[in-house]
């Protein structure tokens, strides 16, 4: 992220109204999955662990969604000792930015959760990048938790890709949660702390603002 940060605060001040059009368009309207679990009968909560580019905005999108009750950034697909922002950054560790979101599923499904990941969120056909970041830690995944969270996961997928929902195959990879490792305290709630950083405002806040626009049903203030 950072090394990015520059060129853009540098260039793209310019054409923040350009840069957020494009974002905009860039939302893609999906259909429900076809399977999912049913909402439960009573209160809960449950963790999704998602990764698809710079974390802030993925905990940025979810912080806004019902039923969610917390998004954190971290990581996960690699070891608890390479578990820090500048080391992930290599793009060495097998770590993603990932976001740990916990939810009520007797507000919202698992299979909900990633019609925003999917629509909204990030493109789940960019491999190992999102907007201007680049490098496996910045790849499309799921971090299932268990087989239904699995099977969902991969019937939204092949869904999607039948359809052909978006111009190019999904890359989003399905792979089991071994762990997740809460990122540094400068990084949580970023979006809320910084909300006018050209990064932030080019990349991120037309992510929330698709959400609001395209999921109405699914969309809280903070």
Known sequence: MYKYFVWISAILLMTTTFSCSLANASATVIPDPAVQLPLATVPGQETAVLAGGCFWGIEAVFDHVKGVTSAKSGYSGGAAS????????SGRTGHAEAVQVTFDPSQVSYGQLLKVFF????????????GPDHGTQYRSAIFYANEEQRR??????????????????????VVPLEA????????????????NEPYIVINDLPKVENLRKQLPELYKTR
């Open 82 to 89: 390479t578990a820090q922002y500048d080391r992930v950054s």
């Open 119 to 130: 629509s909204v969120a990030h493109d789940p056909t960019e491999l190992n990048r999102q």
């Open 152 to 173: 969902v996961a991969l019937a939204y997928i092949d869904q999607l890709n039948e359809a052909k929902v978006f111009p190019r195959p999904i890359v989003t990879q």
């Open 180 to 195: 997740f490792y809460e990122a540094e305290s400068y990084h949580q709630d970023y979006l809320a702390h910084h909300p």
